[in-house]
């Protein structure tokens, strides 16, 4: 008798979210996530908070003090007081007055450390939250698994907050694409710059996925977390509050993280950086950028940007912050590849040009939540000829990845870790001195600056890797044949069909 196959436990993240959104009843994705991602935060905090009170619990005889705010400080955890932590919070979840309550426990959170000042979400208390509801949800994110000697709690809760980011995402749709960019996409980036040292720069940087990502790669690569420093700005002041979460929730400082509602082009709160490292997602095709207030910019060094598309504004920009031997990656919308429209072909030329441009990436449709519009990615060098990798100042990499991925509902698709790889593998093999690179017709072609220049400057990935191998040995005269052979035999098919039916109806007597 065949044994029955055991049942695959759903990892921890996804029953949370199953029943978290079941919670959520009538309240829309927009709103509730605050709620939701409030009191994850809240969960983590008063975990890292715990331990080191237990800790400090056994050392009292040596002169330490569990209250005293310096001991946490002095260790980079949130000071948690009394009524805000998360013992107090479950014992109060079926209080009729426990929004109130958590809303009060946000506001104490906040006066004690300075850094999470206007961060965290006081929505507790709102008319369509149902206390029980509530209530409900404070017993689920409380579940003793999260709260495991076994387990890095810290570690799972900040899992977990960046889990839920993703699905809200996905629930909000277009809207949520404002705050999230694709986990894929940023494990391309970050897996093909390999940002181990040195300032990593995002100025549109949402919720902050591309310094989360680019942590997680340091330490999976046995690098020194402390070794790189991360700089942002966030215009939506929702979003950076997301964002200051996600960061805190890792132990990564955000301390340079800043907002302010003007955005980078007209407010640059970071004007005297040079980074190491820049990722980014900006807005595509921003029409409402400001444009028009900046058109003598000293950022505009490879050609004046049009007011109707910030595009190429966002390249200078980047380029404009990073140091002499910096490097850039980051999403475009696919018509920059090849736009002549009120300058911006001038531009793209001058950066071809002048040896800016490392790689092009061709990414597949339905990566992205909050638009259907084709995009690529951009990887970009201030210095290719440095010595840090081979001299490639004269060839640009093209890799055309529009068929990888696969579909995870109707509208979205997603890179396989096994996508990411290839695509990270080709271009480092390209770049780096012992690469053992070679084209690979209809995905991958290095190609000189002078063929670019002979196809108009155009970067669409597609004109330069050509059909794959199988396309490629494609027999065009006996495609034809067969099918002209297929059609005569189909019009004879019909010739018989009609002459049978004029025959049958002339033997119907009328």
């Not at 479950?90 to 929004?99: F, H, Q």
């Not at 698994?145 to 996905?170: C, I, K, M, Q, R």
């Not at 919720?207 to 215009?235: A, C, L, P, T, W």
């Amino acid at each position: 008798m065949a044994k029955k196959k055991e049942a695959v436990a759903e990892p921890l993240e996804k029953q949370l979210w199953k029943a978290a959104d079941k919670l959520r009843k009538n309240i829309d994705a927009a709103e509730y996530k605050h709620v939701v991602l409030g009191l994850i935060f809240l969960k983590y905090i008063s975990v890292s908070f715990e331990a080191l009170y237990e800790k400090l619990l056994t050392e009292v005889d040596e002169g330490a003090d569990p209250e005293d705010r310096e001991e946490y400080k002095a260790e980079n955890v949130f000071f948690v007081p009394a009524d805000a932590r998360w013992n107090f919070i479950v014992s109060k979840a079926k209080d009729p007055l426990i929004g109130k309550i958590i809303d009060d426990a946000m506001d104490a959170i906040e006066k004690e450390n300075a850094s999470l000042k206007g961060v965290l979400p006081k929505v507790f208390a709102r008319q369509n939250l149902d206390p029980t509801s509530l209530g409900e949800l404070i017993d689920l994110i409380g579940n003793s698994t999260l709260s495991s000697p076994s387990t890095n709690s810290a570690d799972l809760l900040g899992h977990v907050f960046e889990y839920f980011l993703g699905e809200f995402a996905l629930a909000e749709g277009k809207k949520g694409g404002q705050f999230y960019t694709p986990r894929c996409v940023v494990e391309l980036l970050v897996n093909m710059l390999e940002p181990y040292k040195g300032r990593v720069f995002d100025p549109c940087c949402g919720s902050g996925g591309m310094f989360v990502q680019s942590e997680k790669f340091v330490e999976e690569h046995q690098g020194r977390i402390n070794d790189i420093s991360i700089y942002g700005q966030e215009s939506n002041q929702t979003t950076w509050r997301l964002c200051k979460m996600n960061l805190a929730i890792r132990g990564i400082d955000a301390s340079h993280v800043r907002w302010n509602s003007e955005g980078s082009f007209l407010n640059d709160a970071h004007q005297d950086l040079k980074a190491d490292y820049i990722i980014a997602n900006p807005p595509f095709n921003s029409s409402d950028w400001s444009g028009d207030q900046l058109r003598t910019d000293g950022r505009w060094q490879y050609g004046t940007p049009p007011t109707g598309n910030a595009n190429f504004a966002w390249i200078q920009h980047f380029i404009y912050h990073l140091t002499p031997s910096g490097q850039a990656g980051f999403v475009l919308a696919k018509g920059a590849l090849t736009s002549k429209t009120s300058g911006e072909g001038e531009i793209r030329k001058t950066l071809i040009e002048e040896g800016l441009i490392d790689c092009i990436v061709n990414l597949p449709a339905k990566l992205f939540l909050n638009t259907q519009i084709p995009a690529a990615l951009w990887f970009m060098s201030r210095n290719r000829t440095n010595g840090s990798f081979r001299n490639r100042g004269k060839e640009i990499l093209f890799i055309d990845a529009r068929n990888m991925g696969h579909l995870i509902n109707r509208r979205t698709r997603e890179l396989s870790p096994e996508d990411i790889q290839q695509i990270a593998d080709t271009y480092h093999s390209w770049r780096n001195v012992d690469g053992e690179y070679a084209d690979v017709a209809g995905f991958c072609a290095s190609v000189p600056v002078e063929r670019v220049a002979e196809l108009d400057y155009v970067l669409t990935p597609g004109r330069y890797v050509g059909l794959p191998d199988e396309e490629d040995d494609f027999n065009f005269a006996e495609r034809f044949t067969s099918l002209k052979a297929e059609f005569e035999a189909q019009l004879l098919e019909e010739d018989r069909l009609n002459a049978l039916i004029k025959e049958n109806l002339s033997k119907i007597k009328i």
